[in-house]
């Protein structure tokens, strides 16, 4: 029975995490542009040191929330939530 159960938890995470509104957002403001990513990686990938002024490894050991933003001479990189609707049965 407790098997069975665990399996149901697992069953009802999998469906919550299926339809999931909220996804997280970076957010990359430099020159006065804004630039918006799924992750830091994601931003890393398209922007180096010499623009941003931070590597990767740096600004995930940073530890951005969306109380902390990271920020430079270069630019600002702010986190954020990302809310959208709900996937359609």
């Known amino acids: 029975m407790i098997i069975f159960h665990f399996f149901l938890t697992l069953i009802e995470i999998s469906f919550i995490e299926m339809n999931k509104q909220e ?14 990513f799924g ?6 990938d398209n922007f180096g040191k010499d623009e941003i002024g931070i590597t990767y490894k740096s600004l995930a050991n940073f530890g951005i929330t969306p109380e902390k933003p990271f920020t430079n001479k270069y630019c600002i990189i702010r ?7 709900p996937k359609a049965e």
């Open 39 to 44: 992750s830091i990686k994601a931003l890393c």
């Open 79 to 85: 986190k954020g939530t990302l809310v959208t609707a």
């Open 23 to 36: 996804r997280t957002v970076i957010h990359l403001e430099l020159n006065g542009q804004h630039h918006y």
